[in-house]
T-cell receptor, first 116, second 117 residues
Framework: AQSVTQLGSHVSVSEGALVLLRCNYSSSVPPYLFWYVQYPNQGLQLLLK??????LVKGINGFEAEFKKSETSFHLTKPSAHMSDAAEYFCAVSVPDFSGTYKYIFGTGTRLKVLA | GAVVSQHPSWVICKSGTSVKIECRSL??????MFWYRQFPKQSLMLMAT?????????EQGVEKDKFLINHASLTLSTLTVTSAHPEDSSFYIC?????????????FGPGTRLTVT
């Protein structure tokens, strides 16, 4: 069965420190993977996506993620955290259902707190 | 490109009334749209898949008679919460898959905050 696991529901980092948010997936088909950020009372904003091209994906706001098939992982990183990075982050895998329609399976989310 | 809007962005209604939420793809056609529900500090929960010109497919445990979905055109899907109750209060988010070909990436609306008093 397809699934997404985000280790750590809450992550705290100091401003300027490395951000690492973990995402592991399970998929029986080649996965399409996404990271989204959500600020309070707002929708989802796409940070980056893996769609079977380069395994190291660069996104907006200095974020990047590396697709590692052997580890079934797609961890999100940023070299230096900024106060504005404090938000909820969701990892998602897009997989086809029985009709061939691609649907998302979301992780449970990780709330990032940035300490001054 | 690939912008999805929702209206209203927030709504307060009285218990027992119905409320309609619109989801529009502004610059692309979407044969498939999705409706999600999000409780505070939780992830998104898929409620239903909406296909233009056909009946929506509801996820297990979602009451189709309570959450009416209509996908009348390639750019508009609506979610009507009928006979709303306080437990229906939540953040509702729609998304859309562009084009008629196979698409893997969903584009999300900004969400609608529903409060039932």
């Amino acid at each position: 069965a397809q699934s997404v696991t985000q280790l750590g529901s809450h992550v705290s980092v100091s401003e300027g420190a490395l951000v690492l948010l973990r995402c592991n997936y399970s998929s029986s088909v080649p996965p399409y993977l996404f990271w989204y950020v959500q600020y309070p009372n707002q929708g989802l904003q796409l940070l980056l996506k893996y769609t079977s091209a380069a395994t190291l994906v660069k996104g907006i706001n200095g974020f990047e993620a590396e697709f590692k098939k052997s580890e079934t992982s797609f961890h999100l990183t940023k070299p230096s955290a900024h106060m504005s990075d404090a938000a909820e982050y969701f990892c998602a895998v897009s997989v086809p259902d029985f009709s061939g329609t691609y649907k998302y399976i979301f992780g449970t989310g990780t709330r990032l707190k940035v300490l001054a | 490109g690939a912008v999805v809007s929702q209206h209203p962005s927030w709504v307060i209604c009285k218990s027992g009334t119905s409320v309609k939420i619109e989801c529009r793809s502004l610059d692309f056609q979407a044969t498939t749209m999705f409706w999600y529900r999000q409780f505070p500090k939780q992830s998104l929960m898929l409620m239903a898949t909406s296909n233009e010109g056909s009946k929506a497919t509801y996820e297990q445990g979602v009451e189709k008679d309570k959450f009416l979905i209509n996908h009348a055109s390639l750019t508009l899907s609506t979610l009507t919460v009928t006979s709303a109750h306080p437990e229906d209060s939540s953040f509702y988010i729609c998304s859309a898959l562009p084009g008629l070909a196979i698409s893997v990436e969903q584009y999300f609306g900004p969400g609608t905050r529903l409060t039932v008093t």
